[in-house]
């Protein structure tokens, strides 16, 4: 689950979606919102959504 969360996290500063002013949300593109199932989501919450798809 650790890799799997770097990895989020290298695409999200690759592609600058973590919000400008609150730093601890991430704006998601296409491709994240479809596996978030929303537009925005904290860093927080991150990791129990991965938690649900991982064992």
Known sequence: RTEIV???WAY???NGLQDKKNKR?????EKL???F???Q???FDLA???SKHVK
């Open 6 to 8: 770097k990895k989020i």
């Open 12 to 14: 999200i500063k690759k």
């Open 25 to 29: 949300m991430i704006n998601a593109d």
């Open 33 to 35: 919102s479809k596996f």
């Open 37 to 39: 199932g929303k537009k």
């Open 41 to 43: 989501i904290s860093m």
């Open 48 to 50: 129990k959504l991965i």
